[in-house]
Structure formats: C-alpha cells, structure tokens
C-alpha cells in the first residue's frame, strides 16, 4: 500500500519591507500552505502575492491565523476567551478567503499558528473555539492540529476532518507536545536530523521525545517552518526522503459535508 502524507510550511510571515523566509524556493517543494493573514504577520499585498505563488506552484492554500502579537510574531500566549478566539479565527479566515477568491482559488485548510497553536494543543475549549469558528465558515475545510491532541477532537466533535501534523524540525516532550521554545534545545538545528526524523514519522508514526522514550504519532502532515534559516534545503531534501521511502507527497483530499437530515 502507497503511503501519502502532506508536506506544509507556515509561509506569507514578512510584513511591509521586512522580509521573512524563501516562500518561492519553499512553495516549490511542499504541498500545502499556510498563509498568515496580517495579524501576527504578514499584510495585504503579502496575502495577494502568497497566494498567487501557491498557485503557480499548484499548493494548497491554507489560513494560518494568529495571535495579535507582531513584535512577538504570535508566539506569545495571551489570556483570551474562546469568543475572542472564534472571532480573531473568523476575521483572518475571511481576510485570505477573499484574496483566494480574487485569485481564482478557495482555502483547503486552517491552521493555528505559534501561541495560539500550543494554547489549542493544551485547552480544549480554545480548541473548540478554533474548530467552531472553522465550522461555521466552511465545514469542507480542513483543520490541522498537532497529532494526538484536543485540536483533532475538537474537530472531530464539530464535525470537521482533522489532519494530525508532526514537526521533523522540532524536539517533543514526553506527553507528545513540543518543547517550547523558551527552550534551548527546542530546535532541530541538523537538516540530515531533521530529514531522518520526518521519514520516520511519515513511515513509522513514531518519534524519539526529548528524554529518549519513543512516542507514537498518527501524522497526515508534516510541517516546515518557513521563517527558519535553511527552510527552503530543509523542504526540498526533506520531499526527496520521504518519495524515496516510498512515500507520495500530496496535499489531503478535499473534506466533504453533508448537511444534517432533520425528521
């Protein structure tokens, strides 16, 4: 049996004149995109241009929503309720909603980024403010969530595909969450280590922790981090692993919804 798995990178983060990350080199080795949608990075002509290089690269495209935090770039938790949640969701969906429309395209997925990220990792109610919000604009709309957390049941609950993602670049605690960046040892900083850990997961479900145990991971997606040096090499080797293993890189199949059938 082929094995499938999707290879995603957070891309759309530079604001005004200040550059971040290789999105064209990126874009031409992943499947799917997350675009940042203004909030905790990127603006109004970087949602335009990103989304016009996803689909010259015929990328799926993804929203990336985040905290407001610019100077923090939306890694820095905040004390917000779930309704402030679903709302800063439902405002940056639209946002890149509208320039894919513009552009001929439609969003394929939602991903939270950074903070907001690893709050919905740990809470499940801003897990299922996120999923809510997702819902309610677009339940075709998948939503990718770190592997084996309330992300994916919040997803679950509401009635939407989740795709379970793992990060080849980044080190995990013992309880399946990553290591916070807080951390120095955080980072993956070797690209062959990094390239070796993605493959396994993608054809193993399996990860080694920080501390040396070995932890099971159900992964449909695999995420390269966009603003990190060398994330363009880390893409590219990283797809040549994976095919050679045997593995097809593709973007996840379209969610379907069938609208509930009352007596």
Known sequence: MTRVIDLNSDVGERFGPWPMGDDYRVLRSVSSANVACGV??????TMRETVRLAALH???LGAHPGLPDLQ?????AMALSPTEVADLVTYQIGA??????VAGRRLAHVKAHGALYNMAARDPAIALAIAGAVYALDPTLLLFGLAGSPMLDAAESVGLRGIGEAFPDRHYLAD?????RTHPDALVHDVEEAVARGVRMATEGMVRTQDGSEIAIRV????????????????ARLREALEGAGVTVAAP???????PVFA
């Open 96 to 101: 890149l909603a509208a320039f894919a429309t």
């Open 72 to 76: 923090g770039f939306g890694r820095r």
């Open 58 to 60: 015929d990328v799926a």
């Open 176 to 180: 399946g969450t990553l290591v916070p």
């Open 40 to 45: 905790h990075a990127g603006d109004a002509a």
């Open 253 to 259: 199949g379209p969610a379907t919804f069938e609208p």
């Open 220 to 235: 449909g997606t695999l995420c390269i981090h966009g603003d990190a040096p060398g994330a363009a090499e880390l893409a």
